[in-house]
T-cell receptor, first 115, second 116 residues
C-alpha cells in the first residue's frame, strides 16, 4: 500500500489552456474524492465517485471542469480554458466504502498556477 | 449545512510550551469531528477523530482534543510542542448519517509555528 498518489505535483499553465490531473487511490478503495484548496482556505469538496459512478458534484465545479474514473480505478480531473481563479491546490482522497465510518486518505496534491 | 470556524489563523509558540488550537462548528445534524495536519508541500494527514463515546480523544504525535457538545467546540491540545509540529492544522466535520455524509467541511486552518 503506497498511499494515494497524484500527478503532476506542480503545473504551471497559461490562461486559456487545458490541464489534466491524475489521481491513483489506494488500491482497494472504492470511493474517491476531489477537493480544492485555495491560498488561506481549507479544502473545499468538488466531487465524489463510488467506483466509476460520479455521484455528486459541487456547484464549485463549473462546466469547464470534468472528472472521470474509468473502471473505478484512477481518476482524472480536467480543467478546460483555465482562468487565473483556478490557481489552487487540487487534492484527491480515497476511502474504503464498506466500513461504517470511512476515513479519507489524502494524496499530496497537485498545485496549479495559471499565469 | 455544516460550517467550521477556526478562531486563530496563526499561533506562534516556543518549543516545549503547551498549545491549544481552537475549533467551533455549526451543524443542524449530528457530525463526526476531525483534526488534520498539513506539512509544507504535503497532503493532509489525520491527527485524530471523534465519532462517539468519550469526549476526550487522543491522536498521533501526542495531540488530543475534547468534544464539547454544548459549546459546539473541538479544541486541539498538546502539552509540549516540538519544532517538528510546525504545520497547518485543519478542523473538519462530516455528517454521521443521511445524504452526502462522506463530504468533509473544513475550517480555514491554523498555522502553528514552533520557535526554538
Amino acid at each position: 500500500d503506497t498511499g494515494v498518489s497524484q500527478d503532476p505535483r506542480h503545473k504551471i499553465t497559461k490562461r486559456g489552456q487545458n490541464v489534466t490531473f491524475r489521481c491513483d487511490p489506494i488500491s482497494e478503495h472504492n470511493r474517491l474524492y476531489w477537493y480544492r484548496q485555495t491560498l488561506g482556505q481549507g479544502p473545499e469538496f468538488l466531487t465524489y465517485f463510488q467506483n466509476e459512478a460520479q455521484l455528486e458534484k459541487s456547484r464549485l465545479l463549473s462546466d469547464r471542469f470534468s472528472a472521470e474514473r474509468p473502471k473505478g480505478s484512477f481518476s482524472t480531473l480536467e480543467i478546460q480554458r483555465t482562468e487565473q481563479g483556478d490557481s489552487a491546490m487540487y487534492l484527491c482522497a480515497s476511502s474504503l466504502g464498506s466500513a461504517p465510518y470511512n476515513e479519507q486518505f489524502f494524496g499530496p496534491g497537485t498545485r496549479l498556477t495559471v499565469l | 449545512a455544516q460550517s467550521v470556524t477556526q478562531l486563530d489563523s496563526q499561533v506562534p509558540v516556543f518549543e516545549e510550551a503547551p498549545v491549544e488550537l481552537r475549533c467551533n462548528y455549526s451543524s443542524s445534524v449530528s457530525v463526526y469531528l476531525f483534526w488534520y495536519v498539513q506539512y509544507p508541500n504535503q497532503g493532509l494527514q489525520l491527527l485524530l477523530k471523534y465519532l462517539s463515546g468519550s469526549t476526550l480523544v487522543k491522536g498521533i504525535n501526542g495531540f488530543e482534543a475534547e468534544f464539547n457538545k454544548s459549546q459546539t467546540s473541538f479544541h486541539l491540545r498538546k502539552p509540549s510542542v516540538h519544532i517538528s509540529d510546525t504545520a497547518e492544522y485543519f478542523c473538519a466535520v462530516r455528517r454521521n448519517s443521511g445524504g452526502s455524509n462522506y463530504k468533509l467541511t473544513f475550517g480555514k486552518g491554523t498555522l502553528l509555528t514552533v520557535n526554538p
